[in-house]
Nanobody, 125 residues
Framework: VQLQASGGGLVQAGGSLRLSCAVAGRTVGSYITAWFRQTPAKEREFVAGIVRTGVRKDYADSVKGRFTISRANAENTVNLQMNNLLAEDSAIYYC???????????????????WGQGTQVTVSS
C-alpha cells in the first residue's frame, strides 16, 4: 500500500485547506485511514480517522467541529477538510492506514502500518 498526501500550504488563521491522501496498491491495507500531525515540539498526534466504508469516523477533541474527514472509494482517496484553522494547527500532516479491522479507530501512531510522506500546513496568525 502506498499513500500520497497532498494539499498543504500557507493560510491565514480562520482560513481553510483540504488535504488529500491517495491510496494505491492493495486497498485492503487501508481498512482504517487516518491523519496525524507532528511539530518539532510535539510527538505525532492523531487528528482524524475513518473506516473504509465511511460509517465510522473519529476526531481529536482539538479539531472537532472544524475538520471533516471523508473518503471517496471510487478514487481511493481520503480527504481532510480543515476549516477555521488556528495557528496551533500548523504542523506536518501525515496520512496512515492499517488493514486490521479494529473495533475503534486507533489514535496511536504505532498501530498504523503504512504511512505517506507529510504535507506541510502553516497557519499564520
Amino acid at each position: 500500500v502506498q499513500l500520497q498526501a497532498s494539499g498543504g500550504g500557507l493560510v491565514q488563521a480562520g482560513g481553510s485547506l483540504r488535504l488529500s491522501c491517495a491510496v494505491a496498491g492493495r486497498t485492503v491495507g487501508s481498512y482504517i485511514t487516518a491523519w496525524f500531525r507532528q511539530t518539532p515540539a510535539k510527538e505525532r498526534e492523531f487528528v482524524a480517522g475513518i473506516v473504509r466504508t465511511g460509517v465510522r469516523k473519529d476526531y481529536a477533541d482539538s479539531v472537532k467541529g472544524r475538520f471533516t474527514i471523508s473518503r471517496a472509494n471510487a478514487e481511493n482517496t481520503v480527504n481532510l477538510q480543515m476549516n477555521n484553522l488556528l495557528a496551533e494547527d500548523s504542523a506536518i500532516y501525515y496520512c496512515a492506514s492499517t488493514a486490521r479491522p479494529y473495533g475503534r479507530i486507533p489514535s496511536t501512531s504505532t498501530t498504523y502500518d503504512y504511512w505517506g510522506q507529510g504535507t506541510q500546513v502553516t497557519v499564520s496568525s
